[in-house]
């Protein structure tokens, strides 16, 4: 079995910043990421937030200059989704993906979050089809055509910009009557001609044949069901952040999220968790940055105590 | 974004499956010839014959099982 001095699990925004502190502080170091480096940020069009670049950055190329910064330190990447997280009698961890197992003398849980779904009759059905939680990756595949955003926040009206290059027009569907998007995106998607906004309103169903065709509306205060036809279904109404590793190890709240203290650090020693998986109140790319090199260091900390 | 995954299975499979990227951006018409409107798409072909669709990320023990299906 290999072992590292510390293992990142997820390698986002939270877990690639660790990596490029951990490796540079010399300590051996491996990152687990099952999907797609640079996580949530992977797949976001712009990056006009993230101090250092005035005029934006695309989140992918963002995403691969922090990994090749954190592989030009000697961090190594394991393309692998963990199953399992154990910590051993001797306060070790031990790491498994599907197909081998890794010792680790300190782990830091950066899984970070997966979308949530609507829940509703065709969603599963359309998936790759019509219905999609990433409109920077699908949204070119629905030029000169009607397609409907659910959600009101940061992310919703951050996506539904994105799509105003491609579709014909775009409804944003709320279930309130304000956004709690940020002012400036509030501000851009009320002057773009093409974005329209449907308040107090859920999707009740989505529906079609081979492809989206349409999604049946509900206005939450009036009860007023509508059929209104759409060739696109993006969704961002939040996230579930993805801690089932850390059931049983680590106390979660109520959502799921593990509960830290300043310095990252869980009632386990030698145990840290940054980013999205837990809680907290910004859930940005600086702060899960900042979550990262936090944790890495508490585990640098952590490492040098036990020499 | 798939693509570390796919370089590693390009390499396992070596000599058994050919792997390709396209970029959709550029031919918007295979695309749509194939249904496609999400990316990624893995499309797997044997003898010309599409035997497989997979949407979507993936861990790539999911991918092996599909092409191992597509290989019998």
């Not at chain 1, 169903?205 to 009036?222: A, D, P, S």
Request: glycine content about 10%.
């Amino acid at each position: 079995m290999d072992s590292y001095d510390i293992a990142i699990i997820g390698g986002g925004g939270a877990g690639l910043t660790a990596a490029v502190y951990a490796a540079r502080a010399m300590r051996s170091t491996i990152v687990f990421e099952g999907n797609v480096t640079g996580g949530q940020i992977a797949t976001t069009d712009t990056v006009e937030n993230f101090p250092g670049f005035p005029d934006g950055i695309n989140g992918f190329d963002l995403a691969q200059n922090i990994l090749k910064q954190a592989e030009k330190f000697g961090a190594q990447v394991e393309y692998a989704r963990v199953e399992k997280l154990e910590r051993a009698a001797d306060g070790t961890f031990v790491v498994a993906t599907e197909s081998a197992q890794y010792g680790a003398r300190s782990v830091i849980v950066a899984a970070g979050a997966d979308y949530n779904k609507l829940g509703v009759p065709g969603e599963d059905a359309f998936i790759g089809r019509g219905v999609s939680y990433c409109a920077t990756c699908d949204a070119a595949f629905f030029s000169g055509q009607d397609v409907v955003v659910v959600g009101g926040g940061d992310a919703a009206i951050d996506e539904a910009l994105f799509t105003t290059r491609y579709a014909k027009s775009v409804t944003i569907v709320h279930r309130r009557d304000t956004l709690r998007a940020s002012a400036i995106l509030q501000e851009r998607a009320r002057a773009n001609d093409k974005i329209r906004f449907t308040w107090d309103t859920v999707v009740e169903r989505i529906e079609g044949e081979g492809g989206v065709k349409q999604v049946v509306l509900r206005n939450v205060k009036t009860g007023e069901t509508t059929v209104f036809p759409a060739a696109a279904v993006f969704i961002f109404i939040g996230q579930v952040p993805n801690s089932h590793l850390l059931k049983g190890l680590v106390d979660l709240d109520a959502g799921g999220h593990a509960i830290v203290d300043l310095q990252m650090a869980t009632a386990v020693p030698g145990l840290f968790v940054a980013g999205d998986v837990r809680t907290k109140a910004a859930r940005q790319l600086i702060s899960a940055a900042g979550d990262g090199a936090t944790a890495a260091i508490s585990a640098e900390h952590y490492l040098a105590s036990l020499a | 974004m798939v693509a570390p995954i796919v370089q590693e299975l390009s390499e396992e499979y070596s000599g058994k499956v050919n792997f390709f990227k396209m970029n959709t951006d550029e031919n918007p018409t295979v695309p749509s010839k194939f249904g496609i409107r999400s990316i990624p798409s893995l499309l797997i072909f044997k003898g010309g014959e599409l035997k497989g669709t997979v949407v979507g990320f993936r861990p790539k023990s999911d991918l092996k099982k599909r092409i191992d299906e597509a290989l019998v």
